[in-house]
């Protein structure tokens, strides 16, 4: 395996007395897509939330792997789960969850503004990203007046800027029709895997999960099963 980006060890979490992660393992390779898929209630949103640094774990050791060294990021506080989310992360959730009221281009710039980058060097980032994802001229367009599938672009075009190493997705496609989500998937893992990123999608779609190099399987809290797919889609950088 490649170096890996992201390590979790015996990762556990419980719900009062629902144990949602019943201690999970795992290694993300650079470079590498994994989906997780299981049936309802597995446990699949409670450990991307956890590798993700948007809960914090029961137990276990999450390890984040950057150029700069290794940082244990289970332990972190709402600060520290912040910054790691906005210096390291990626996101791309069901439906977009874009500001309504901002224009495409604001909306993939957001990420960077909160991060200091100034609006000039934001904008040109995010309409680069634009035109990767095949939504030049639609820069200045409201969420309200782009369909389902270019929303999603737009919320894969978000979760790039910034340079993560690791982008998160849950059930990105799940608000799509098959062709479209096929579109969506393709571009998410052109710009993540593509593009040297790693990226976590959480899935109930067999499609999706075909497209990735990886799948484990959940039940329960626990890793069940796992295979590799010989011919995930391998996107040239
Ligand atoms: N905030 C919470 N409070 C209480 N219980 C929770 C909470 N979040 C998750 N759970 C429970 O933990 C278990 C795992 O939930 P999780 O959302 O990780 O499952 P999932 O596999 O992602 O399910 P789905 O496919 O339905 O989204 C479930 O039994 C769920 O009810």
């Given at each position: ?30 470079a ?52 790691l ?19 495409a281009?604001?909306?993939v ?17 995010a ?21 389902g ?32 989500s096929a ?29 990735c ?25």
């Amino acid at each position: 395996m490649n170096t890996p980006v992201l390590t979790g060890q015996s990762v556990a979490k419980t719900y009062g007395p629902t144990v949602a992660l019943a201690g999970v393992s795992l290694e993300l390779a650079a470079a590498e897509s994994v989906a997780v898929m299981g049936a309802s209630g597995s446990g699949k949103t409670t450990l991307l939330h956890c590798l993700a640094g948007i809960i914090t774990p029961d137990a276990g050791a999450i390890t984040l792997h950057t150029p700069h060294g290794a940082q244990r990021i289970d332990g972190l506080d709402a600060e520290g789960r912040a910054t790691l989310r906005r210096k390291h992360y990626g996101f791309v959730f069901q439906q977009g969850l874009l500001l309504p009221e901002l224009t495409a281009v604001e909306n993939v710039a957001l990420p960077l503004l909160l991060d200091g980058t100034d609006r000039r060097a934001a904008e040109a980032e995010a309409t680069h990203w634009l035109h990767v994802l095949g939504l030049a001229g639609m820069e200045e367009r409201r969420p309200g007046q782009l369909s389902g599938g270019q929303q999603q672009r737009v919320a894969v075009a978000r979760a790039q800027v910034g340079a993560p190493a690791v982008v998160f997705a849950d059930e990105p496609t799940g608000a799509l029709d098959s062709r479209t989500s096929a579109q969506v998937m393709q571009a998410l893992l052109q710009t993540t895997t593509g593009a040297g990123r790693s990226l976590v999608v959480v899935t109930h779609d067999e499609q999706v999960a075909a497209a990735c190099h990886r799948v484990l399987h959940l039940s329960d809290g626990r890793i069940v099963r796992e295979h590799r797919n010989a011919t995930a889609t391998r996107v040239a950088s």
